[in-house]
């Protein structure tokens, strides 16, 4: 089975605070993604991977940046943690040149932000 | 331009009844569609796909949606409820071939289950 691994299940992070969430997939998956969901919001895609070292924004890359130093793993960094981050994170991968939009899911980062 | 709209936030079913949720969609192109279900404190798994196959497509755990163009609706049925199938629910649709920076969430079914 495909497995997706969040390393960080809950944080609480302070306001200015930088903070680095972590994931990595076991399958050689070459697109990673991130997303945030808030309620009532659904999911947003922040940014994807298509490879190492690449890199593209989603719809609110806004106050994070990322990381995809090797293939598995996919970082999101937020560089200046503001209550407005508060919220649950998710990451996505799936296979190259996937075209069913099947993605796999780790189980979320929640975050709050004091 | 693509939307995805779930008509309901909450749905409330009893246990062994029917369980209707409700999708419509808004896309210029022929669609990808997916239900995504997320059950408490977990990741989404994928419950079922259309991309231009047959229109009434079976997913996992009994699931089934049954996609309608003339109707623009893509709505996920199962026969009668269980108390595991209690989760949030999410319509999924697609036109970039169903390239994951293409997809476009609604904003989820929150389903409950009575005993």
């Known amino acids: 089975d495909v497995k997706v691994t969040q390393s960080s299940r809950y944080l609480v992070k302070r306001t200015g605070e930088k903070v680095f969430l972590e994931c990595v997939q076991d399958m050689d998956h070459e697109n990673m993604f991130w997303y945030r969901q808030d309620p009532g919001l659904g999911l947003r895609l922040i940014y994807f991977?298509?490879?190492?070292?690449?890199?593209e924004k989603g719809d609110i890359p806004e106050g994070y940046s990322v990381s995809r130093e090797k293939k598995e793993r996919f970082s999101l960094i937020l560089e200046s943690a503001s209550t407005n981050q508060t919220s649950m994170y998710l990451c996505?991968?799936?296979?190259?040149?996937?075209?069913?939009?099947?993605?796999?899911f780790g189980e979320g980062s929640r975050l709050t932000v004091l | 331009a693509q939307s995805v709209t779930q008509l309901d936030s909450h749905v409330s079913v009893s246990e062994g009844t029917p369980v209707l949720l409700r999708c419509n969609y808004s896309?210029?192109?022929?669609?990808?569609l997916f239900w995504y279900v997320q059950h408490p404190n977990k990741g989404l798994q994928l419950l079922l796909k259309y991309t231009s196959a047959a229109t009434l497509v079976k997913g996992i755990n009994g699931f089934e949606a049954e996609f309608k163009k003339s109707e623009t609706s893509f709505h996920l049925t199962k026969p009668s409820a269980h108390m595991s199938d209690a989760a949030e629910y999410f319509c999924v649709v697609s036109v970039s071939g169903g390239g994951a920076d293409g997809l476009t969430f609604g904003k989820g079914t929150h389903l409950i289950i009575q005993p």
């Open positions: 996505a991968s799936n296979p190259p040149r996937a075209n069913t939009g099947e993605l796999f």
């Open positions: 991977s298509y490879d190492v070292k690449m890199k």
């Open positions: 896309s210029s192109y022929s669609p990808s």
